[in-house]
């Protein structure tokens, strides 16, 4: 089984993100470069934004400060993965 996984591309709108968040019920939104991932975006980080931004402006998601990410390989063992966070984050 194939889960979908819900993405934004980071030269999108931020009102396009908050409609995504909201329609599938998330929090938390991958951002993707192309077919790279650069960072999440949170419920709480478009929100902040939205409040802030002026009339007549059209925010994007790479305007908002993005929850940097770390990946690995589908192959990876849970432990090697385990032992890259510890290596990147002490």
């Known amino acids: 089984m194939k889960t ?5 591309q980071r030269d999108e709108t931020v009102d396009r ?19 790279r991932l650069v960072g999440v975006v949170t419920d ?17 998601v ?3 400060r993005l929850k940097s990410c770390d990946t690995t390989l589908i192959a990876s063992s849970l432990r090697r993965a ?3 966070v510890l290596e990147r984050h002490g």
């Open 44 to 60: 709480r980080n478009v929100l902040g934004v939205m409040v802030q931004q002026r009339r007549g402006s059209t925010p994007r």
């Open 17 to 35: 993100a908050q409609t995504q968040l909201a329609v599938h019920a998330i929090r938390h939104l991958p951002v993707l470069e192309g077919q």
């Open 4 to 8: 979908r996984v819900i993405t934004i």
């Open 82 to 84: 385990g032992y890259r």
């Open 62 to 64: 790479h305007h908002i």
